[in-house]
């Protein structure tokens, strides 16, 4: 079992940058593939990035190609997501997500079994 916590949110202006860091317990997190998520207020909670177990193999949503990049270092059991250009459409809670069989290509909620609590991201015009 694992447990995630967001941090790194916060509000900025359009065109600025944040980096969010998802911290993680437990000594297996190397095990774990992990992907970021977004959920804006009225709307679906949608898939971000996704990062293998290794770090080698990473996958991103369309919405962030190009201006996210999701990282992870295994031995600090934490996974990164820079943000760059950002957008107030970017202005969501931020949540990262955990699972030992999903893959870096794990696109959907139900693929992960862990869940962190969110951080609140504001990009503002």
């Known amino acids: 079992q694992v447990q995630l916590v967001e941090s790194g949110g916060g509000l900025v202006q359009a065109g600025g940058s944040l980096r969010l860091s998802c911290a993680a317990s437990?000594?297996?997190?190397?095990?774990?593939?992990v992907g970021w998520f977004r959920q804006a207020p009225g709307k679906d909670r949608e898939f971000v990035a996704a990062?293998?177990?290794?770090?080698?193999?990473?996958y991103y949503a369309d919405l962030a190609k190009g201006r996210f990049t999701i990282s992870r270092d295994n031995a600090k059991n934490t996974v990164y997501l820079q943000m760059n250009s950002l957008k107030p459409d970017d202005t969501a809670v931020y949540y990262c997500?955990?699972?030992?069989?999903?893959?870096?290509?794990?696109?959907?909620?139900?693929?992960?079994?862990?869940w962190g609590q969110g951080t609140q991201v504001t990009v503002s015009s």
């Open positions: 990062i293998s177990r290794s770090g080698v193999s990473t």
């Open positions: 997500a955990a699972d030992q069989y999903s893959s870096s290509r794990a696109t959907y909620p139900h693929e992960y079994n862990y």
């Open positions: 437990g000594r297996t997190f190397s095990s774990y593939a």
